[in-house]
């Protein structure tokens, strides 16, 4: 089955740096990839995602970049804010999963 | 719209008790599921429902039962708690399986 593996586990920078969280998968058929953010004591929610056919998505300060070749993503965040703080989880569909296969989070502290 | 709702957000139970976690969505989903969160374990799923009539095991899906009322709800059952089951439990839907999950807020269960 599909594993997914997620680094750094937990993750420190200062306001103002970027951050980059990164996360391997072995089913070369998944097509699908989000992250989900989850602040402390809250439910996860997803903040970007990206599929097979796109190498790179932005949106505001974040972004996803995929290497399908290399079957790895990563999730950048620029100018971080201390709201930034929380844990982020990377997630992959597709191939002989039928469902979401989450890595075990990166809990990231942003420090003012 | 209140999303996915999940009762109760607390609950402590002794060994050997039993009790039913509720989830009810209002989106119109086809697709339901029932994670555990464990800490440094990420998300992992216990039992989804692809549509409604239809349940599947996941990863943990042992001393867990589940039923997909109708559409719009999804419970999961503790037939005997035991300690290893102290968690913090998620129900999630999506219109497609796999695809743009929207978790409900928790619930947080303590067996002793």
């Known amino acids: 089955g599909e594993n997914v593996e997620q680094h750094p586990s937990t993750l420190s920078v200062q306001e103002g740096d970027s951050a980059v969280i990164k996360c391997t998968y072995s089913d070369s058929a998944s097509n699908y990839f989000p992250w989900y953010k989850q602040e402390l004591g809250k439910r996860p929610q997803l903040i970007i995602d990206i599929r097979s056919n796109v190498g790179e998505k932005k949106d505001q300060r974040i972004a996803v970049t995929l290497n399908k070749t290399a079957k790895h993503f990563s999730l950048h965040i620029t100018e971080t804010q201390p709201e930034d703080s929380a844990v982020y989880f990377c997630a992959v569909y597709g191939g002989s999963q039928g469902n979401l296969i989450f890595g075990k989070g990166t809990k990231l502290s942003v420090k003012p | 719209n209140a999303g996915v709702t999940q009762t109760p957000k607390f609950q402590v139970l002794k060994t050997g008790q039993s009790m039913t976690l509720q989830c009810a969505q209002d989106m119109n989903h086809n697709s339901m599921y029932w994670y555990r969160q464990d800490p440094g374990m990420g998300l992992r799923l216990i039992y989804y429902s692809a549509s409604e009539g239809t349940t599947d095991k996941g990863e943990v899906p042992n001393g867990y039962n589940v039923s997909r009322l109708n559409k719009r709800e999804f419970s999961l059952r503790l037939e005997s708690a035991a300690p290893s089951q102290t968690s913090v439990y998620f129900c999630?839907?999506?219109?497609?399986?796999?695809?743009?999950?929207?978790f409900g807020s928790g619930t947080r269960l303590t067996v002793v």
């Open positions: 999630a839907s999506s219109e497609f399986r796999g695809l743009g999950y929207t």
